[in-house]
């Protein structure tokens, strides 16, 4: 739904937010990995780091979304 508009597919701001949140998935599931390896070392300050990085995703596509509302006036095509 986001490329349906003309020229949507050249905003910068678009294809920013598609690729996060395409990467997400992907993000957890490596990021609970490698988390459950620090856990299984004993490195439980690592763990925790490791699983929160996934909350990046979330906050990168507030910015884009937001960043889209301000300067694209809400629409997907800048």
């Known amino acids: ?4 508009a003309p020229g949507a597919s050249d905003s910068t701001l678009t294809i920013a937010m598609v690729t996060a949140i395409v990467t997400y998935p992907i993000a957890v599931v490596l990021m609970l990995i490698l988390s459950w390896v620090f856990f299984a070392k004993r490195k439980h300050k690592a763990a925790i780091a490791s699983s929160l990085i996934p909350a990046l995703w979330i906050l990168i596509n507030i910015v884009l979304w937001v960043s889209i ?3 694209c006036d809400g629409s997907f095509t800048c």
């Open 1 to 4: 739904m986001m490329f349906d």
């Open 69 to 71: 509302e301000i300067f």
